[in-house]
């Protein structure tokens, strides 16, 4: 970096003494605060992130997967009227800072929570599963407008091969693969945070691919050349302090 040289055990530390300092200091309520806030919070702590509810303390992820109510967490059952199978769609809320963001957001905070697939969650009366989550998204993503599946790859990656395909609501073949190659095409400086999600999303993909012996060629190779750029882009870019500024890659 251009900055001060940081030992590693020193910087561990630093950042184990903020998360420990956020976690018991930095309190969170369902009567105060929304979806947008408490579940940024369990990317960090995952299943372990507690918020106040009326004076007591408790899970923020099993409080919603029990049932219980959220503002932001706005959620749809989706039923094929030609099979019957019932799917769960999070509902964009985008621009009201308590909703969900960005399309299939939800669902990759949720799978990063180590969630089963049978993980059931209870919409108002009935019981779905992280599997009909997950293949509501698969079902849904010609919907996404904004062409942005940094979140579904995520998501969709946690519980599906990398070489996965599937038939969408277009008709059309979908697949991790095509996904990727959608991100890779995007321009990072005009993304949503600097880019850093779409970058997350091809990383978090592109690692799986190769624990199961994929190989980095074809979308893969211009995935993995995009991010080693950004990396490389970053370093260069870096505050004489070691911080970085919003425009992480230029």
């Given at each position: ?70 503002k ?39 799978a ?10 209870k ?45 969408a ?62 990396i ?19």
């Amino acid at each position: 970096t251009n900055g001060p040289a940081i030992s590693t055990e020193n910087l561990q530390q630093r950042l184990d003494e903020v998360l420990v300092a956020t976690y018991e200091k930095r309190h969170l309520s369902l009567q105060e605060h929304a979806a947008w806030q408490i579940l940024h919070g369990v990317l960090a702590y995952q299943q372990a992130f507690l918020v106040d509810n009326r004076g007591e303390r408790i899970s923020a992820i099993e409080h919603v997967l029990n049932g219980g109510q959220m503002k932001g967490w706005t959620t749809q059952i989706v039923v094929d009227s030609e099979t019957g199978q019932r799917g769960l769609r999070a509902l964009l809320e985008p621009g009201s800072n308590t909703g969900q963001g960005h399309a299939d957001q939800w669902l990759a905070v949720f799978a990063q929570c180590g969630l089963e697939p049978t993980q059931p969650i209870k919409i108002e009366d009935e019981v779905l599963t992280m599997n009909d989550f997950v293949a509501q998204v698969q079902w849904d993503v010609p919907r996404n407008l904004e062409r942005e599946y940094s979140w579904t790859l995520i998501g969709l990656t946690t519980y599906l091969p990398t070489d996965a395909e599937w038939t969408a609501s277009d008709g059309q073949t979908w697949s991790i693969e095509r996904l990727v190659e959608i991100e890779a095409e995007q321009d990072l400086a005009s993304s949503a945070c600097g880019g850093t999600h779409r970058l997350i999303g091809m990383a978090m993909a592109l690692n799986l691919h190769l624990e199961h012996g994929g190989r980095v060629n074809g979308v893969w190779g211009r995935a993995d050349a995009l991010i080693q750029a950004a990396i490389k882009n970053a370093q260069q870019y870096q505050n004489p302090d070691g911080s970085f500024s919003t425009r992480y890659f230029e």
